[in-house]
């Protein structure tokens, strides 16, 4: 019988001139910094690093997709072992020429962004969808924080989990403060253009800014910078 390769899966930068590194820094710099195109272009021609803008669209539309995916695989396995003591739940207004949208977003006790989801309502089939989602991804809470949106209460009724909804006049304010890094991206971006590059970079964003989220301000500078190096040796680890 022939034996079985074990040869390891192809490199995705191998039909790339540039290293994997600078790849991976100018995703890094575009998702994680309120930065366009252009300001990466010109910080990274500083560091002595030639690339155009449109580069920089190509590599972060090919590459950011992929290292957020093995963020959120890594994540996600890690987090499974933890207990989910409370979601915050909560829709944003996104303007596409001219269009209201929804990107709904769940959050956990600790300002971890769970899940993003575009819709073009906030109806209770829309508020449905993107619970089943959060929950078929992430496991039950303990309990789920809302606003006073009636579509949460009628989604989690045909659920069957309205009794762990809790409301309250501060209570979702987590949830709200994790609009803040979307919505500098999109003021810097000069906002999105289309429902599939708004839900794609949502996703990837909340990925890669719970990556480097390290609580800094709730923990000494020592702790801060041991937590900094290692995200960033598991970032340069990605795709390698």
Excluded at 27 to 53: A, K, Q, T, W
Excluded at 214 to 225: A, C, G, I, S, Y
Aim: hydrophobic residues 40%; glycine residues 4%; proline residues 3%.
């Amino acid at each position: 019988m022939p034996r079985k390769s074990r040869a390891l899966p192809p490199s995705p930068f191998r039909r790339f001139n540039s290293s994997p590194e600078v790849i991976r820094l100018v995703v890094m710099m575009y998702v994680r910094f309120p930065l366009s195109l252009r300001n990466v272009e010109d910080l990274l021609f500083e560091r002595g690093i030639d690339v155009c803008h449109e580069t920089v669209r190509a590599w972060w539309n090919r590459f950011g997709p992929m290292f957020a995916g093995d963020i959120r695989r890594q994540r996600v396995s890690r987090m499974r072992g933890f207990r989910h003591w409370r979601w915050n739940l909560d829709e944003m207004y996104v303007k596409l020429n001219g269009e209201m949208v929804y990107l709904w977003r769940a959050v956990d006790h600790e300002g971890e962004i769970l899940e993003s989801y575009v819709t073009k309502t906030r109806d209770k089939q829309a508020a449905l969808k993107f619970m089943k989602k959060a929950l078929k991804r992430h496991g039950a809470p303990e309990a789920i924080v809302t606003d006073g949106l009636r579509s949460y209460g009628a989604a989690m009724d045909e659920i069957g989990n309205r009794q762990k909804q809790e409301t309250g006049r501060y209570l979702n304010n987590r949830c709200e403060n994790s609009h803040l890094s979307l919505r500098r991206r999109e003021r810097a971006m000069l906002r999105f253009r289309r429902m599939k590059s708004l839900q794609k970079f949502a996703s990837v964003h909340a990925n890669i800014h719970n990556h480097f989220n390290q609580e800094r301000h709730l923990v000494d500078r020592q702790t801060f910078k041991e937590r900094r190096s290692a995200a960033m040796v598991e970032w340069r680890s990605l795709a390698s």
